[in-house]
């Protein structure tokens, strides 16, 4: 199975699947190389656009991706759990958990830092989004409402201001209570949060140990603990943001290419930041679901 999106059809106990959606192999970016095209980064052309006027030498391709995404997967333009319904549903306000899956300890200066480096990864997506097409946020409020660890002796420094989870998957691993988050609740009934309504997650960022490449779907997102922490200073931690893109519904690009070339982050290895036809596809999907929203 590839999209995370699926998965909400399960059982909430399926979330934890010991073989996350889009795992390596399937999110290949060990062995990948890049394209050799040139990554275009989103400009202030595109970033003023508040309807479709994508580049010209753009349009073929994103239309080859929405026809692709129409027949492929009818279904899921009526999943009603993506990264665009969860900002709306919190009204741009998207709270974390993260899952520390890793042996190492982690300080309390490591801790901030993720809070940051998320925040302004998530917000790359968001940019990408403000203004097109009534979209009503500029920016969304990230915030690490609690940490899953499998014993609290991983988090040094002081724990008294964080939510601090030992609740176990069914995989064994680390997870924030499911009362507490929006993939079990999606209907927003947080009353089983014992940290209250205001420290549900609406997202995990799953941090595991020797994990290669990454998984991402309505969940969140899955990355080794290591390549995020050896990257926590990088502009883009681009696995990390393609796994977001597939909270933003994107496809992944393993069977096909678009013709208007593969030099884009949900091609992976295809460019190490978010691009213009990255920023484009998220907006056709805004602009086709936005209606949801009486917008
Ligand atoms: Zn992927």
Redesign the pocket.
């Known amino acids: 199975m590839k999209y995370a999106f699926a998965l909400s059809a399960l059982a909430a106990s399926a979330y934890p699947a010991a073989v996350p959606i889009?795992a390596s192999p399937?999110?290949k970016f060990n062995t990948r190389a890049l394209t050799g095209d040139i990554a275009t980064p989103i400009s202030k052309r595109d970033l003023n656009q508040t309807t479709w006027n994508p580049p010209s030498n753009l349009i073929a391709g994103l239309k080859e991706v929405w026809d692709h995404t129409v027949s492929t997967r009818p279904n899921d333009l009526n999943f009603k759990n993506y990264g665009y319904d969860q900002v709306m549903a919190g009204k741009g306000k998207i709270g974390y958990c993260v899952r520390w899956e890793s042996s190492q300890k982690l300080t309390a200066a490591q801790r901030a830092k993720t809070q940051a480096k998320l925040s302004e990864q998530y917000n790359k997506w968001i940019a990408a989004l403000a203004g097109f097409e009534k979209f009503p946020y500029k920016t969304v409020e990230v915030k690490v409402v609690g940490w899953a660890v499998k014993n609290k002796g991983l988090l040094e420094g002081d724990v008294s201001g964080i939510n601090v989870y030992t609740d176990l998957d069914s995989g064994g691993a680390p997870q924030c209570s499911e009362g507490c988050g929006r993939f079990f609740h999606q209907d927003g009934d947080y009353s089983k949060c014992a940290a209250g309504a205001a420290a549900h997650y609406d997202n995990s960022l799953w941090l595991t140990e020797g994990f290669g490449g990454?998984?991402?779907g309505d969940w969140g997102q899955r990355i080794g603990s290591e390549y995020f922490m050896q990257n926590i200073d990088a502009a883009n931690i681009h696995i990390l943001l393609?796994?977001m893109?597939?909270t933003f519904a994107l496809?992944?690009f393993?069977d096909w290419t678009p013709s208007t070339g593969g030099a884009f982050i949900?091609n992976?290895g295809g460019a190490m930041q978010i691009t213009e036809f990255d920023a484009w596809m998220a907006r056709d999907w805004w602009r086709n679901i936005k209606s949801r929203y009486g917008l």
């Open positions: 889009d399937i999110c990454g998984a991402g393609h796994e893109g597939h496809d992944d393993y949900m992976a």
